[in-house]
């Protein structure tokens, strides 16, 4: 277990609605990226945070949005969802940008879009 | 752009050995890694290779090539808890993970 939680697991939504989920790091991690995977593919980055500014972006929409919280905790919110958006959400932590960049996965939440 | 390149499915028999290659173009490269993936569950770290050469740990190993942008997991002694897929990503200068689409491997009794 690697000590990074997300929530929900599961949820289904339905097209134009908006979801959050939300992510807590692993202790002692200041840095928190997203993954989109889908079904068969390898993760994609969506972005990744660094003490609460956003460190880097992938080519995902301006409706995928982020935050960080002082406790490094973190959330992802989808605006406007589409079919495609269906889903694995990855939240990855990781410690200070200068060490190996080993990430920490979460569990993921897995999103159904209707 | 970014081009991350691995097979898409292996299949190996029980106490066989696999190789499973990844090529990689990037813009950038800060280290190789490779992580293991079970159906429905997160990715796990495997192994991490920034120089050249040849990593070991326990049953798995890596090896690197930065020069021919090529890298490899070695998996010996299959078991059939081995049966997910395996996921090379590269990590580039902005600290950002780049990865493949996954292979997929089965082990067979």
């Known amino acids: 277990e690697t000590g990074v939680t997300q929530s929900p697991t599961h949820l289904i939504k339905t097209r134009g609605q908006q979801v959050t989920l939300r992510c807590s790091s692993q202790s002692g991690h200041n840095t928190v990226s997203w993954y989109q995977q889908a079904l068969g593919q390898g993760p994609q980055f969506i972005f990744q945070?660094?003490?609460?500014?956003?460190?880097g972006r992938g080519n995902f929409p301006p409706r995928f949005s982020g935050l960080q919280f002082p406790n490094y905790s973190s959330e992802l919110n989808v605006n406007a969802l589409e079919l495609d958006d269906s889903a694995l959400y990855l939240c990855?932590?990781?410690?200070?940008?200068?060490?190996?960049?080993?990430?920490?996965f979460g569990e993921g939440s897995r999103l159904t879009v209707l | 752009g970014q081009n991350i390149d691995q097979p898409t499915e292996m299949t190996a028999t029980e106490g066989a050995i696999v190789q499973i290659n990844c090529t990689y173009q990037?813009?950038?490269?800060?280290?190789l890694f490779w992580y293991q993936q079970h159906a429905g569950e997160a990715p796990t770290f495997l192994s991490y290779?920034?120089?050249?050469g040849l990593e070991e740990k326990g049953r798995f190993s890596s090896f690197l090539s930065r020069s021919k942008g090529y890298s490899y997991l070695l998996l010996k002694e299959l078991q059939m808890k081995d049966s997910a897929s395996y996921l090379c990503a590269v990590r580039l200068n902005t600290d950002k993970l780049i990865f493949g689409t996954g292979t997929r491997l089965q082990v067979f009794p």
């Open positions: 290779n920034v120089l050249d």
């Open positions: 945070y660094y003490r609460e500014e956003e460190n």
């Open positions: 990037t813009s950038g490269f800060n280290g």
């Open positions: 990855a932590s990781s410690g200070t940008l200068a060490n190996t960049g080993e990430l920490f």
